[in-house]
């Protein structure tokens, strides 16, 4: 009679053990759920706004290969020059 019970007992630990585990199991997949919405979502904005990157991107690269060239290195050099000579004529 004793035996009976102990395992009556250790059947119903078990099953409240896995009855647990797997509402944990559910609630982890609603939160998954949500999150790759929410990602889905982000991506969705994402690809909107690429257009608008793309043209800022192009738009900083066509500035910085002006600023490569031959005339604003000479106007560099030449800022150069008269900041190195105004300073000395100063001392």
């Known amino acids: 009679m004793f035996m009976d019970t102990v395992i009556i007992?250790?059947?119903?630990?078990v099953a409240l053990g896995i009855?647990?585990?797997i509402a944990f199991f559910i609630?982890?997949?609603?939160?998954v759920?949500?999150?790759a919405r929410q990602a889905e979502e982000l991506?969705?904005?994402?690809?909107e706004d690429m257009g608008i990157i793309n043209r800022i991107?192009?738009?900083i690269a066509y500035f910085t290969q002006k600023l490569n060239s031959p005339a604003i290195k000479f106007g560099a050099i030449l800022s150069g020059l008269v900041s190195f000579m105004l300073k000395r004529r100063k001392s």
């Open 27 to 31: 609630l982890t997949l609603i939160q």
């Open 9 to 13: 007992v250790s059947v119903i630990v």
């Open 33 to 35: 759920r949500r999150t």
């Open 19 to 21: 009855l647990a585990g």
């Open 43 to 47: 991506l969705k904005l994402l690809r």
């Open 57 to 59: 991107t192009g738009s």
